[in-house]
T-cell receptor, first 113, second 119 residues
Framework: DGGITQSPKYLFRKEGQNVTLSCEQNLNHDAMYWYRQDPGQGLRLIYYSQIVNDFQKGDIAEGYSVSREKKESFPLTVTSAQKNPTAFYLC????????????FGPGTRLTVT | GESVGLHLPTLSVQEGDNSIINCAYSNSASDYFIWYKQESGKGPQFIIDIRSNMDKRQGQRVTVLLNKTVKHLSLQIAATQPGDSAVYFCAETVPGPNAGGTSYGKLTFGQGTILTVHP
């Protein structure tokens, strides 16, 4: 059963703590992406990676970090420097970094208090 | 700047009616467009896509129309069903700086439209 998995579905953290969100895909896709979604808004790109060991900042990368050590994994760390981290985080992948459909995972809802 | 829109456009239809959801895109250089459906608390699901060398594409019960002159995209859903109720997003990609202008896959999403289908 191929697809993208994100874990956990719900995550609660105290302010000042770093937290890492997991994203795994078994679609053999080269490109992976992280988006943030706030209530009533569209998706905003945080980071993307077109190939293993390479990634670029998206539109709202401040306060976030990523790594791409394996093709199938693209974890996102929300650091304490992120001023407003509570949001719905979505991971996606596409066959390549070109103009192709992006497949989305089920999302992780992060709440920081 | 950040979008501060908290009130998404809404469309309410009766079951069996046809629905048309509109989207104005921002970049005249965009060469690939996608429509996604997102149900509450879930990730977006692909509906249909279209490239800029086309002006119409049909899928099962859905049709996407592209008007590059006015930078407008629309999604038509035939015989709308209650299961179609969701938020619908359009997204565009622009060609990257590589030789040949190959898109680097950065999707820019619209704000979304809430579709409610009444039985």
């Amino acid at each position: 059963d191929g697809g993208i998995t994100q874990s956990p579905k719900y995550l609660f953290r105290k302010e000042g703590q770093n937290v890492t969100l997991s994203c795994e895909q078994n679609l053999n896709h080269d490109a992976m992406y992280w988006y943030r979604q706030d209530p009533g808004q569209g998706l905003r790109l945080i980071y993307y990676s077109q190939i293993v060991n390479d990634f670029q900042k998206g539109d709202i990368a401040e306060g976030y970090s990523v790594s791409r050590e394996k093709k199938e994994s693209f974890p996102l760390t929300v650091t304490s420097a992120q001023k407003n981290p509570t949001a719905f985080y979505l991971c996606a992948s596409s066959i390549t970094g070109g103009a192709y459909e992006q497949y989305f995972g089920p999302g992780t809802r992060l709440t920081v208090t | 700047g950040e979008s501060v829109g908290l009130h998404l456009p809404t469309l309410s239809v009766q079951e069996g009616d046809n629905s048309i959801i509109n989207c104005a895109y921002s970049n005249s250089a965009s060469d690939y467009f996608i429509w996604y459906k997102q149900e509450s608390g879930k990730g977006p699901q692909f509906i249909i896509d279209i490239r800029s060398n086309m002006d119409k594409r049909q899928g099962q019960r859905v049709t996407v129309l592209l008007n590059k002159t006015v930078k407008h995209l629309s999604l038509q859903i035939a015989a709308t069903q209650p299961g179609d109720s969701a938020v619908y997003f359009c997204a565009e990609t622009v060609p990257g700086p590589n030789a040949g202008g190959t898109s680097y896959g950065k999707l820019t999403f619209g704000q979304g439209t809430i579709l409610t289908v009444h039985p």
